[in-house]
Structures are given as structure tokens and as C-alpha cells.
């Protein structure tokens, strides 16, 4: 993982987050930075507010009270769509459903936003497309339809069709979650890649192990609060918090830490031996 100066100003800020869905409170007080170049893992139950987060960082929701920052962008105060849509030209969002246009072919998801909302020429658009389709080995599906693709191969090129907006920040809400086991890694080894090349990640994550291995920063949320948060080191070695040592031990499957199996194909150390999915 690239070195992070931590002292710098941090390219995401948020302070004091508040947020609820009628009487229901989300968010109860969220504090979280993420610097540049660095990627940062938010792991907790279900319903703990993690993927509410990433929504509150690219305006898709809007909170009752706190502060949001991203760059110089204060994200609280955009009040039209068109600032929003201005944000979202630097920050990609990957979802975990993938959202592909299905009437549109691979290299057409991909050139149709920087052609339509950056104005790049047919000609660059399309060729940054087919580089970005080889960097998550997806170049040979370039001219398939999204239905023709599997789960993994459809989010690998969901993550391309974010990189073609050359974003500053990224955002991964579960990427994993609606694939089978056999495509999981794929999928893996492409996000890895990306943070071993320095871009900026926020990841929504329940794969504790992958989590651990590239992660620089850690927050644990439960009940919408921080509970604890800090290195992967730190949170996975040595957490403070008794919650965050419970929700560990079940997540990881024993009472300390889950030891790796041969066949595991969420350790990065076996990724490799898994061929991406043609």
C-alpha cells in the first residue's frame, strides 16, 4: 500500500453526521476522513448505516445536520442537481447491483459518459474505454451485451465504466455481495489493484480478510456510530472495543483469528490462481 501523509488536508471530511428516514435515525454522529490516496474499509452488521455513508458523500442523500467535504466541494450545501451531477464527475460509485445500460454494448457503457456529461471526442473516449476494459481483462467483451456477461465479468465492468470518468475518489458499496463465490475474486483482484496503483477507495465491505490485506484505515459502525476505527493492523490485531472483538470473532468465523485455509479464495495470496472469468 503507498505511503499516506497522513498530516495533509484530507480529500473527504465528514463531521458529525446526522441523518434519518422519518423517525428513524441512520446516522447518529458519523466522523470520518479519508486522505489521498489511501483506501478505507467500513465494515459492520447490517443496517449499521455503511452504505448510508457512501450515499451522504456523493449527495445521493442528503443529511439533517453535520458537514460533508470532499476536495473543496462542500457537499451539505449543494442544494441543485446540477452541483450534485458536478461532484459525481469526480467521485465513481460502484454499486452492488451493477446498473449496466442492458440495450447498450460493454464499450458503449463506458463511452457514453465521458462523451455526454465530459464532452471527450468519440475518438479518445473510445480509446480510454478499451484501455480501461484491458486493465480489468474485460477487452475481449468489448462489443457484448451486459446480459451476455456473468456476475463478475458485468462488475468488472462496472468498475471500468467508473475509472472512464477519471475520478479523484471512488466508492464501493458491496461489490461482492450478489456474486457467486467462483467470481468473487476476479473482482477482488481488480479493486486491489486499483488501491496498489494509489487511487483514493472508500470500500463497504463484509470480506474481513481482503478488508484487512489492502485497507489503510478501518471504521467499525454499528447502530450508526463509529465504534472504533484505525489501522487494519489495529483493528484486526488488536481492536479496543468489545463489540468490534464480537462482531470479529463471528465475522471471521472463530474466536480469534480465522486461520487461512489452502482453498480460501478470499486470501490474497491465492487470487492469483483463479483465471478471470472469459
Do not use: W
Amino acid at each position: 500500500m503507498p505511503s499516506i501523509e497522513t498530516v495533509a488536508e484530507p480529500l473527504v471530511s465528514l463531521r458529525d453526521l446526522h441523518l434519518s428516514f422519518g423517525a428513524s435515525p441512520v446516522l447518529k454522529g458519523i466522523d470520518l476522513d479519508v486522505h489521498r490516496g489511501q483506501a478505507v474499509s467500513i465494515i459492520g452488521p447490517s443496517g449499521s448505516g455503511k452504505s448510508t455513508i457512501l450515499r451522504c458523500i456523493t449527495g445521493l442523500l442528503q443529511p439533517q445536520r453535520g458537514s460533508i467535504r470532499v476536495g473543496a466541494t462542500e457537499v451539505h450545501t449543494l442544494a441543485k442537481e446540477a452541483q450534485r451531477i458536478e461532484l459525481r464527475k469526480r467521485v465513481g460509485f460502484v454499486f452492488q447491483q451493477y446498473n449496466l445500460f442492458p440495450h447498450l454494448s460493454v464499450l458503449e457503457n463506458l463511452v457514453i459518459a465521458p462523451r455526454k456529461v465530459l464532452g471527450r471526442s468519440r475518438i479518445d473516449a473510445e480509446k480510454e474505454a478499451r484501455a480501461l476494459l484491458a486493465k480489468v481483462r474485460m477487452e475481449h467483451k468489448a462489443d457484448a451485451y451486459p446480459g451476455q456477461l456473468s456476475g463478475g465479468q458485468q462488475q468488472r465492468v462496472a468498475i471500468a465504466r467508473a475509472l472512464a470518468m477519471r475520478p479523484e475518489l471512488i466508492l464501493f458499496d458491496e461489490v461482492t455481495s450478489a456474486l457467486d463465490p467462483e467470481t468473487v475474486g476476479e473482482v477482488l483482484t481488480v479493486i486491489r489493484e486499483l488501491t496498489e496503483e494509489g487511487m483514493t477507495c472508500v470500500l463497504v465491505t463484509h470480506e474481513m480478510r481482503f478488508a484487512e490485506e489492502i485497507s489503510d484505515i478501518v471504521y467499525f459502525t454499528e447502530n450508526g456510530v463509529i465504534v472504533e476505527h484505525g489501522s487494519a493492523t489495529q483493528i484486526f490485531q488488536h481492536p479496543g472495543s468489545e463489540r468490534t472483538q464480537e462482531f470479529l470473532r463471528h465475522a471471521l468465523g472463530d474466536p480469534g483469528r480465522r486461520p487461512a485455509t489452502a482453498n480460501d479464495p478470499y486470501l490474497l495470496t491465492n487470487l492469483s490462481r483463479y483465471s478471470l472469468s472469459v
